[in-house]
């Protein structure tokens, strides 16, 4: 029998808020152990939970990226287990009244056509403390800490609308784009700024039933997630042709064996509804003042890149992967009119010398105006593009302007005639055999002999003033 897929994510993503969810230490889980701390987020009996208006402001931006709709009305719920790294015994979490609902966006899938995934919901919760295991000679010891305590998170949780490992990736690189372009959080999945679940089951193709489903959890890049989810649609296959049931349980992919193996699990209790967090109201007028905030998404802008500067869709989906580069784009497709050529040099240069660098199109040295300036030269033949990639690693290192740097290393492009005609002359009077090779028919004479002109002009020559001159002098 054929099977499907049904799969369906749950995303918590930490917003980059600089302070906690309920309290003002500063939300940097990474610093020394127990440094931002204080009573509220230590779990204190007595102390006072209040809601940061900068951690709700960064959660409405993401459900707006991601096309939600905003709910008037949400509030907090108790969701109770007890774990080491939740001391107080529950999770302030929006379990029955989230903020965020019905949310869509599109993928490319493998046939080519647009798909709509939808998205449930979307809702606030603090994160717990994080347990550090470590071995002391032969003791095992288990330690905590409190800096993740209470760091602001939202959790998305989709539709089972993915039907493969890669439209779950693709939902993945895409909700990573748009949240970015919000700038509302990093989604790093390296960094654990972005974790994700995968709730998987299968059926035999065609049907519409939802069978029992697997969890799938500890993957921590978006490639890791597209294998363990490949990895649970064997196993799940194998194990009903084997005649054996599918059984509602949790497990860790682990990477290095690429398998997914079974977990304990915590359980967790009803969500309660908290009376310490006031319910949360959110009016027209102050939606409005966030929606503006929003700037064109990824989508949007691919689509303009595409319409307004001739991109292709490859280079359009390259420029605005990130927002600072479409931005950087943008602003140098516009100071030289060169768009094809923009994204182009952007590509294939720029992007991997910032990498190199550490660094990013904001912050970088060679401005859009610096390189739409080199670009201009390239164009008008004033320089060759040999040069102008020598122009563009300097431009790293010197403040001077293309057009200094061009000057002060000698390589504007040699478009004298009379200069190039003299070196042409020369080429053929020290090179008889290419020469009676070119008028035997030998075609191909005729580059060996651009190359030896190119050369002696030492790159500088406009290559294709001298391939006239050269074809010219042969004839
Ligand atoms: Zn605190
Ligand atoms: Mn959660």
Redesign the pocket.
Known sequence: MEYEAIIGL?I?VQLNSKTKMFCDCPNRPGDLPNRNICPVCLWTPGALPRLSQKVLEKAVLTGLALNCEIQPRSRFDQ?IYYYPDLPKGY?L?QVHNQFARNGWLEIIGEDGESKRLRILEI?M?EDVAKLVHETEGRKKISLVDFNRAGAP?V?IVTEPDMRSPRDAMEFLRDIRRRIRYAGSAECSMEEGTMRVDANISIRPRGTDLLNTRVEVKNMNSIRHVGEAIAHEIIRQTERVNAGKAIVLHTRLWDPERGVTTPMREKFAGPGVPDPSVPEIVITDEWLDTIRAQLPEMPDQRRACFVKEYGLTPEEAAVMSSERDLAEYFERTARACSLPRAAAGWIGERLMPALKERSQTPADTSVTPSRLAELLEMIDREEISVSAGKEVFALLFESESGPRDLVEERGLRQVSDTLELEEIVDQVIADNPDAVRDFHNGKKQASGFLIGRAMKASRGKANPKLMRQILDKKLT
């Open positions: 749950e918590h969701k999770q979490s809702h919760e998170l959790e």
